[in-house]
């Protein structure tokens, strides 16, 4: 069974651009997570995606979106980047979400630099 | 606010001896709590959790201990092998609330031969 992808794995963007990050889940599983690892702050969830809705949501800024499609695939967008948005984001997916206590199975994560 | 805190930002130990990870939260509502373990250039993998209504789950070399009283878990590792040198992170979530987790800084693990 594939794993969580995650695609770009690396992307270095200026401050200003925008940036989108792609995520396709485990097959099967309907839930997808993201979160922004810094070395300052550690992991840092950021929204939750589950049928195509967004169901949990961090304390993030409304620059940082989301969206899942009908196979759950999950985009993540960033807007207006600035230097502090470079990082390491990952995505998550599970069976039915936290909800049931089901396991989060991470991706490789996207390593994103904003000059 | 740091609801899940890792004080211990590196740990470093002998093989074939024991390796105890700590995590203290401050919300109450936790009940169901995680670790991960991340190498570099990965995504964290899932090692163990507990459900609050437990105070100790067992899987092979890796145990966690839940202390609701204190807000306190521990991962204990033995015998600690050189692979298991990697950052581990502890995560809880709350069943009522929101169900995101929320994840401690990670400590850095290292096993020396």
């Known amino acids: 069974k594939a794993g969580v992808t995650q695609t770009p794995r690396y992307l270095i963007k200026t401050r200003g651009q925008q940036v989108t990050l792609s995520c396709s889940p485990i097959s099967g599983h309907r839930s997808v997570s993201w979160y922004q690892q810094t070395p300052g702050q550690g992991l840092q969830f950021l929204f939750e995606y589950f049928s195509e809705t967004q169901r949990n949501k961090g304390n993030f800024p409304g620059r940082f979106s989301g969206r899942q499609f009908s196979n759950s695939r999950s985009e993540m967008n960033v807007s207006t980047l600035e230097l502090g948005d470079s990082a390491l984001y990952l995505c998550?997916?599970?069976?039915?979400?936290?909800?049931?206590?089901?396991?989060?199975?991470f991706g490789p994560g996207t390593r994103l630099t904003v000059l | 606010d740091q609801q899940v805190k890792q004080n211990s930002p590196s740990l470093s130990v002998q093989e074939g001896r024991i390796s105890i990870l700590n995590c203290d939260y401050t919300n109450s509502m936790f009940d169901y709590f995680l670790w991960y373990k991340k190498y570099p250039a990965e995504g964290p993998t899932f090692l163990i959790s507990?459900?609050?209504?437990?105070d100790k789950n067992e899987d092979g070399r890796f145990t966690v201990f839940l202390n609701k009283s204190a807000k306190h878990l521990s991962l204990h590792i033995v015998p600690s092998q050189p692979g298991d040198s990697a950052v581990y992170f502890c995560a809880a979530s709350s069943q009522g609330g929101s169900e995101k987790l929320v994840f401690g800084k990670g400590t850095k693990l290292t096993v020396n031969p």
């Open positions: 507990i459900s609050s209504i437990k």
């Open positions: 998550a997916s599970s069976l039915e979400g936290l909800r049931q206590y089901n396991e989060q199975f």
